[in-house]
């Protein structure tokens, strides 16, 4: 099966060999998501469901250029150092994944690289067949 990296000019992906997503036949992983702008600077300090949404935006983009959408995502997971967050950012989810019903896991972690961030975000996808 062929392999396809999805880039989006993070300095990180060659510092640390990561891509944004990969796709593997049908198969895309979408690795956790932060929510940096374009700038590299963490978008919504403070404020979970905004960090949500940038993190979904970056997430949908890399789906799209895997040749993909919400509508194939099987499984997304969250990851919040303020478990009291979740109900935000599930509202959040709710735009981008309400019609495909992809299973979820919400966890608290202690911490991300930037402390800034309060949210983390996975998603996987699993490409439809078009017969």
């Not at 060999?17 to 940096?36: E, L």
């Not at 959408?69 to 997304?76: E, K």
């Not at 979740?86 to 992809?102: G, I, Q, S, T, Y």
Request: glycine content about 10%; aromatic content about 6%; charged content about 30%.
């Amino acid at each position: 099966m062929k392999r396809q990296l999805v880039l989006n000019g993070n300095p990180m992906e060659d510092i640390v060999g990561f891509a944004r997503a990969v796709r593997v036949g049908p198969y895309i992983s979408v690795g956790g998501t932060a929510p940096v702008g374009p700038d590299g600077k963490t978008i919504g300090v403070g404020d979970a469901a905004r960090q949500a949404e940038r993190c979904f935006e970056i997430a949908g983009d890399a789906l799209k250029r895997a040749g993909s959408g919400w509508h194939d995502v099987v499984r997304t997971r969250l990851m919040l150092t303020r478990i009291d967050d979740w109900k935000a950012v599930v509202d959040v989810r709710k735009k981008f994944c309400r019609e495909a019903k992809p299973v979820d896991t919400i966890m608290q972690v202690a911490g991300f690289v930037n402390p800034e961030w309060l949210v983390e975000i996975e998603v996987d996808a699993v490409v439809a067949d078009t017969e």
